[in-house]
């Protein structure tokens, strides 16, 4: 990590350096010329001074023709540190004095070549001097001087250029009389611009130096700012966390995640339909396409439930088609399930906010409770729930009620539950799964409250036909209350049939066959079917079951049943619409037609109570406690009896062992949506043995077309079904169990969740796709 940020910021300082050395590179040799010339235009001011100082005394001394007066002039001027030397040339080029450090080998001709160059500096072995030559003016001398040839003296040779200004003016009476050669000492010139050159170097490294630090700790605190301010993006927290770092980032935050949702969704479709649905294929489905969405269930029952016994307190799962699908899909996205807290202890688990984490001992999502009085569950429960929308869906020959004072519990404990999803929302568009009849009137309740709510609902019982649901008082508000939904899901197409045209019927809505879409206020909704199923079992589940021959054996042992016996086998809840009467009539046929199986073949039926305070229910419950009665008492004989009928609630692990220990496995619902026990029991068989008889009016039938598909309201063709499942050769039973196993393994419960959450993800793909191309047009 470390490394990795020196890296970076290495990638920062490399290009400063190579700026800083080309600057220093370039400035150097500049600073150079530049003080050059200022100092040779110094020393030429300087020699300017002197030659004027000395020139009157030069002329007066050649005049007079005492050279030997100038000898001491000179050294005197000499003295000054500066000045290395000076020497005199006739107007020919002849030295015709000098001090001291005048270099012998140093002719006139060769100081006014020197002198005439940009660059006057002639090295000699002391050192470097600048040399300057000025000209002194003067009279003719009047006489030749002894020391001196007058014949040689050529008045009004040329000038030197560059130091013509030793004379500014020449009046006419004057000519040149000499030259006056000033060697200047130059080695504090070199000094000073070593010192200058120094000091800029020394400069330009401070204040690269200086630039280095701002430009690291700018970058770091920038990048860092950055990197977590795009991690928190990432996240999904950046605009609504108040803690994020780098607030610059957030009018792009949107649109950065979602061009990589958009990415991440074509990745995840191009990956095709094909793949086996897991659970972990739904966790990426979900961190994907519904990437950072919170995901709220709701549903009447909850998934455990705490009652409060002798020996304490015990968790128990409900007999629930709905938990059973429903719980691994939980397990696997966490979140939240809202249900109605019903157990005995429920209160005394919950924290502050009626909430626990489930499943105890795993603790992955967090189950919220809502309570109920006795009151309110007895009007939106048992009432217009269970004697009204039951039945009315159910079209089980048994009359649906209907009361208005139920219908107010049930609207008021539909709000109930919204005002709860509201209060679980973390963010204003969560993915709200709601389950089943009990709440038909919550996704409308909660799309007024939360209007970006991806709401999923499903429809776990069946829907009838127009006619029979235009039965209910309060059709168009039903209606209107499931519209609400973005996706509204049933088990088969042909429900979504009857739903698309009982809303044809009674409400004005656009419906688009060709899409499966229902437009209803300016608001669509998905109509589509989602064959419910169940979790496949992993090695590691079925190893916990035991052998098939374990569970037969400790099934028989409890039961007091013989070995041989041919075991067939109900698991139901004790409702009237899963035809458990007409199952033990046509057990009763059975021994009637094939006498031969008396005493030895056995049916027990699991019963698990249910929905106990209605009279519809009890009396249901005594009718087939009376009829099993009856055949065990035409049929018993020796200790053996044909029907079991356990009417008390089995835990999962007991339901299964049931289905490993059974020959065959009995569903005659009179009208399922799906009916999920038949799943389970091809599940449990991976012995690839057993028989599945299947009523034709459960869902599962269009997926399990192997099992042995009855009638069961026909007597005879539910026993004749039977007779053949007792005698079906193992080959044939390995056969049809084979193909069953691979279609409830491949359309499995993660399918079930994963295509309703694939769809939504579309859905909200299309929304923002949507949105972005708004916000282009407006800018
Ligand atoms: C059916 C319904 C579920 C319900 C279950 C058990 O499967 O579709 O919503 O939970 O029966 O019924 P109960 O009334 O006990 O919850």
């Known amino acids: 990590m470390r490394l990795r940020t020196l890296r970076l910021q290495l990638r920062f300082l490399l290009p400063l350096f190579i700026v800083l050395v080309v600057a220093a590179y370039l400035a150097v040799p500049l600073l150079d010329k530049v003080t050059l010339r200022w100092f040779s235009r110094d020393l030429n001011s300087r020699g300017l001074l002197v030659a ?56 006139c001709a060769r100081s006014l070549e020197v002198a005439h160059k940009p660059d006057p500096r002639l090295a000699l072995s002391g050192g470097a001097v600048h040399v300057g030559v000025h000209d002194v003016l003067g009279h003719r001398p009047a006489a030749p001087a002894a020391l001196l040839s007058l014949d040689d003296w050529a008045p009004g040779d040329a000038g030197v250029e560059g130091n013509k200004s030793a004379v500014a003016e020449t009046p006419a009476s004057q000519m040149l009389v000499a030259r006056l050669v000033l060697l200047h000492d130059l080695s504090f010139i070199d000094r000073r611009s070593e010192d200058s050159r120094n000091y800029l170097i020394g400069l330009i490294a401070i204040l690269g130096l200086v630039m280095a630090v701002i430009t690291m700790v700018v970058a770091q605190l920038s990048w860092r700012g950055w990197l977590s301010g795009a991690r928190a993006l990432m996240r999904g927290e950046g605009l609504v966390s108040p803690l994020m770092p780098a607030p610059e980032l957030a009018p792009f935050a949107a649109d950065l995640r979602a061009r990589l949702r958009d990415m991440e969704d074509e990745y995840r479709r191009a990956q095709g339909p094909d793949a086996e649905w897991t659970a972990d294929r739904l966790r990426t489905l979900l961190s994907t396409q519904l990437s950072g969405d919170q995901v709220i269930v709701v549903s009447n029952r909850e998934p455990y439930i705490h009652e409060r016994t002798a020996d304490g307190i015990i968790v128990k799962r409900p007999a629930s088609g709905l938990v059973t699908a429903v719980e691994p899909v939980m397990r696997a996205c966490s979140g939240t399930w809202i249900a109605h807290g019903s157990g005995t202890a429920d209160r005394e688990v919950v924290d502050g906010r009626d909430r626990v984490r489930v499943p ?39 009359r649906p009620v209907f009361r208005e004072s139920d219908w107010e519990a049930y609207r008021a404990v539909n709000q109930r539950f919204a005002d709860a999803v509201v209060a679980e929302a973390t963010g204003d568009d969560p993915v709200v799964l709601v389950q089943d009849y009990h709440f038909a009137l919550l996704p409308a309740m909660i799309r007024e409250k939360l209007p970006e709510a991806t709401i999923l609902t499903f429809w776990h019982i069946p829907w009838p036909n127009p006619e029979s649901f235009g039965i209910c008082p309060w059709r168009r508000e039903l209606l209107q209350g499931m519209l609400g939904s973005t996706i509204l899901g049933f088990h088969t ?40 199923s169940i979790e496949w079992p992993a090695p590691e589940q079925v190893e916990r079951w035991g052998s098939i021959a374990q569970c037969r054996e400790r099934v028989t042992a409890r039961l007091g049943l013989p070995e041989d016996m041919c075991l067939a086998v109900g698991v139901d809840r004790f409702d009237y619409t899963k035809g458990i009467l007409e199952r ?30 209605l009279d519809e229910y009890r009396n249901f419950q005594e009718h087939v406690q ?101 005698t079906m050769p193992p080959g044939e ?15 499995n419960v993660f399918r079930w969740a994963g295509r309703m959450l694939a769809d939504a993800g579309r859905g909200r793909l299309r929304n923002r796709i949507e949105a972005r191309v708004r916000r282009y047009r407006a800018d």
């Open 52 to 107: 004027n100082a000395l020139s009157d005394s030069i002329a007066e001394a050649l005049a007079a023709g005492r050279l030997s007066r100038l000898q001491t002039l000179f050294d005197r001027a000499a003295q000054d540190e500066r000045l290395v030397a000076i020497g005199l040339c006739s107007p020919d080029g002849r030295l015709i004095q000098s001090t001291d450090r005048f270099p012998a080998d140093l002719s």
């Open 360 to 398: 105890p001992g795993h603790e992955e999502y967090w189950l919220r409770r809502v309570w109920l009085t006795a009151e309110e569950e007895k009007g939106y429960y048992y009432g217009f729930a269970n004697e009204g929308l039951w039945p009315l869906c159910h079209v089980a020959h048994v």
């Open 493 to 532: 197409r042909f429900h979504c049939k009857n739903f698309t045209e009982t809303v044809d019927r009674y409400l004005e809505a656009r419906i688009e066959h060709e899409h499966s879409t229902i437009a209803y206020r300016e608001k669509e909704t998905l109509v589509e079917s989602y064959p419910i």
């Open 584 to 613: 033990l009539n046509a057990v009763e046929r059975l021994l009637e037609k094939r006498p031969h199986l008396i005493g030895r073949f056995v049916f027990v039926q699991v019963a698990a109570p249910t929905r106990n305070s």
């Open 626 to 726: 009376r009829v099993t009665d009856r055949i065990n008492l035409r049929f018993e004989r020796d200790g053996w009896r044909p029907v079991h009928l356990l009417a008390h609630h089995h835990e999962p692990h007991a339901v299964m062992e049931l289905f490993r220990a059974a020959d065959i496995c009995v569903v005659t619902s009179l009208h399922d949506g799906m009916n999920l026990v038949c799943k389970e029991f091809v599940a449990a068989r991976d012995d690839l043995q057993g028989v599945l008889v299947l009523s034709r009016f459960a869902g599962a039938v269009r997926e399990l077309p192997e099992a042995l598909i009855v009638n069961p309201y026909h007597v005879e063709e539910t026993a004749d079904a039977l007779y053949s499942a007792a």
């Open 733 to 747: 039973q390995r056969e049809r169990m084979a193909s069953l196993r691979s279609t409830v393994h491949e359309y």
